[in-house]
């Protein structure tokens, strides 16, 4: 999930600035855990009563203070081009860009492919995925451990690798070669994949039905306030109801009801912008300027409509006439069907818009209302909440879209505000209520829908660092977000909830809403962990070791057994990068807010990738994760190169964890990681 597209934000600066949460764990370590509150908090009762022996173990020489550990082995740093793992596990490639939806392994090379060929193919920069448990009659099942689906985002591309020399394009940077660029729209979006255990491995299943691709040229629709409304009418859906696809998909949520969450992050870079017209906030905000050049130039490829809905510009009497409006369709959440190829994608408004990082679910009860946290991946950005008004029916379990349709075009959307006192407040976004009037810009829920940005500007939010992945404990029902990293913020700009100046390295928040309540509309506060390299005294706050040190957490997630994997998306060249590769850890979060987390190392990829995207099968033995954009510092001039590439891998995909000789052009990939003797991951 890079900042802009491309560019991380990790510029390497000396930390000299001090730490002023009142909550930070550094500050209050007083308490000593007892191995009875390590089970309570950390693991759910049946995990941890069959794994009492093995699991946990007190937190021995880690110091008073200190919460539970998890039994695997910590890996050492490493700058090799390979994905490096505890000695006692293995891991495979699954699928990789360019690999057949409906068939195993790579059968042509990445720049062999034709751009309508990879509208059936695995896109590129495989980023969040959810594993959904088939039955052996295909019916959603979730707790089947050797069929399923995999839904997976393919955020954005390694450009230069997808062709034979290059991407091709004129003098002024017009793109001269139509089938390249349909090939790189085709790159982004979803995968719904299926997959199954043949012999004890994982492979994709040939001749799935239910195999397919949702990319920027597939029909979605609208629903919620925004449906229908003048944001949204362009040429392509006169009456606003409909528009093409799905875009630069970041992270992602689920629902009880069974359907994926996909977020549209960074869609804003992809555009031209022509237009002689200064644009409003529901541009400006999100980045998109005057004059502007879409990164890859699409608009610039010819006249067909496929181009033409990239270039902004005003050329008709009104919105119906052309493209004005078509950056407007993107930036939302959208649900999807991951067995129902029949269902139409669709945009769920009521979710807001912006740089979507995810939509994740909180806690589900029966009879009791719900929620979806988000994140807002820019500097400065906020976190949001999305709650329905109705309360969870079990009845509506595998209800498809048709159950969002209950749950989703209905409801409040909240922003975050962060009290130095370690409290906070969750502000509703509501046309009519506070600073959102007509006369402020915002005449309906529509437009502060279109606007979420400048309305949560004006509610008064806490300005945050980034924020990127969320994820919820199963077991507390505490809220975690990664905030990546921001060296825009100055010391004048600190606050308790971002406290860093020139924030390199990052941290992850952790939040407990009052009475345990998904819909309350206050909470709790703390820093659970800063990133930063062991060896910066200044910046590690976190008293972090060469064993775990880490920095840009990115993505996040709490597995049901109560173990947190911290996936990180660091910038090559900063103190960190030149230390380590990016890399996924693991931890047990203590129940307590004033307990030190005991994190270890676990995965460490190949050169120039991102660690993103994990799951796991219900039993724990099987866990699924992405290594994305291996070798994207590569230059274009050198992909005829290979000896050049910074990464060629993976070089064996039978083993993930093996170096060898630069000839193939690196891809994304999704890896099935699993222990040598067959147990459960993570102990």
Not at 45 to 59: E, I, K, P, R, T
Not at 140 to 165: P, T, Y
Not at 360 to 375: D, E, V
Not at 404 to 428: C, E, F, Q, S
Request: net charge negative; aromatic share 10%; hydrophobic share 35%.
């Amino acid at each position: 999930m890079s900042l802009d597209r491309h560019e991380h934000d990790t510029e390497n600066v000396d930390h000299g600035d001090v730490l002023n949460s009142p909550n930070y764990f550094g500050n209050v370590l007083s308490a000593t855990m007892n191995r009875r509150e390590v089970m309570r908090g950390g693991l759910s009762a049946a995990v941890a009563a069959s794994f009492a022996g093995s699991a946990l173990s007190a937190c021995g020489g880690d110091g008073p203070g200190s919460g539970a550990v998890v039994g695997t082995k910590n890996v050492a740093r490493s700058k090799d081009d390979r994905v490096v793992i505890p000695s006692d596990y293995s891991a495979y490639v699954l699928f990789a860009t360019g690999d057949l939806l409906n068939a195993a392994g790579a059968d042509k090379e990445l720049d062999a492919i034709t751009g309508t060929e990879m509208a059936s193919r695995a896109g590129d920069h495989h980023d969040g995925m959810y594993f959904f448990g088939l039955s052996a009659a295909g019916a959603l099942d979730k707790n089947s451990n050797d069929r399923g689906v995999i839904a997976i985002n393919f955020e954005n591309i390694n450009q230069q690798f997808l062709h034979a020399n290059g991407p091709t394009a004129d003098a002024s940077g017009n793109r001269t070669v139509a089938d390249e660029v349909v090939k790189e729209i085709n790159a982004h979006g979803v995968g719904l994949i299926e997959v199954k255990k043949n012999a004890g491995k994982f492979e994709v299943v040939s001749g799935s039905a239910l195999s397919r691709r949702i990319t920027p040229e597939t029909e979605a629709k609208f629903a919620g306030p925004v449906a229908g409304s003048k944001w949204v009418k362009t040429k392509h859906s006169t009456d606003g109801l409909t528009s093409r696809g799905t875009l630069n998909n970041c992270a992602y949520g689920y629902t009880p009801w069974g359907t994926y969450l996909t977020c549209e992050e960074n869609w804003a870079g992809y555009f031209d912008n022509a237009s002689d017209a200064t644009p409003g906030v529901e541009y400006s905000r999100y980045g998109i300027s005057k004059g502007q050049k879409g990164s890859y130039r699409w608009a610039t490829a010819g006249s067909d409509d496929r181009f033409a809905r990239w270039q902004l510009n005003t050329v008709g009497a009104d919105a119906s006439a052309d493209y004005r409006n078509e950056a407007n369709t993107f930036g939302w959440v959208v649900e999807i069907d991951p067995i129902n190829a029949a269902a139409t994608p669709v945009k769920r408004t009521t979710f807001g818009r912006m740089a979507h990082e995810c939509a994740y679910p909180s806690i589900i009860t029966a009879g009791k209302k719900f929620a979806f946290y988000q994140g807002d991946d820019a500097r400065f950005e906020y976190v949001y909440k999305f709650v329905p008004n109705k309360a969870w029916d079990a009845s509506d379990a595998n209800g498809g879209v048709s159950a969002g349709d209950k749950y989703l075009n209905d409801g409040v959307l909240y922003v975050a505000k962060y009290n130095a006192d370690g409290t906070g407040t969750w502000i509703p976004l509501v046309a009519g209520t506070g600073a959102l009037t007509a006369a402020n810009g915002f005449a309906d829920q529509a437009e502060v829908l279109v606007k979420t940005r400048a309305a949560a500007d004006a509610a008064g939010a806490t300005k945050m660092d980034r924020p990127e992945w969320c994820s919820v404990d199963h077991t507390t029902g505490d809220v975690y977000i990664t905030l990546t990293n921001n060296t825009s913020r100055t010391a004048t700009q600190v606050d308790a909830a971002n406290p860093r100046a020139n924030n390199t390295f990052g941290h992850i928040m952790r939040m407990r809403e009052a009475g345990n309540d998904p819909a309350a509309t206050s909470f709790t506060w703390t820093i659970f962990v800063f990133g930063s390299p062991s060896t910066n005294a200044a910046s590690n706050l976190s008293e972090l070791t060469a064993d775990n040190d880490f920095a840009s957490p990115d993505g996040l997630w709490n597995d049901p057994r109560g173990l947190m994997w911290i996936q990180t998306d660091n910038g090559h060249t900063n103190d960190m990068g030149k230390l380590c590769n990016n890399q996924m850890l693991v931890t047990i979060p203590p129940s307590s807010f004033e307990v030190k987390p005991v994190i270890k190392r676990f995965l460490v990829g190949p050169s120039e990738c991102e660690i993103t995207g994990i799951d796991m099968t219900p039993d724990g033995k099987t866990m699924f994760m992405n290594i994305q954009h291996p070798g994207e510092e590569t230059k274009a001039a050198d992909v005829n190169t290979p000896a050049n590439y910074t990464s060629a891998w993976p070089y064996d995909r039978s083993d993930a964890t093996k170096a060898g000789t630069k000839v193939s052009r690196p891809r994304s990939a999704t890896l099935v990681i699993t222990k040598k003797d067959g147990g459960v991951i993570g102990f």
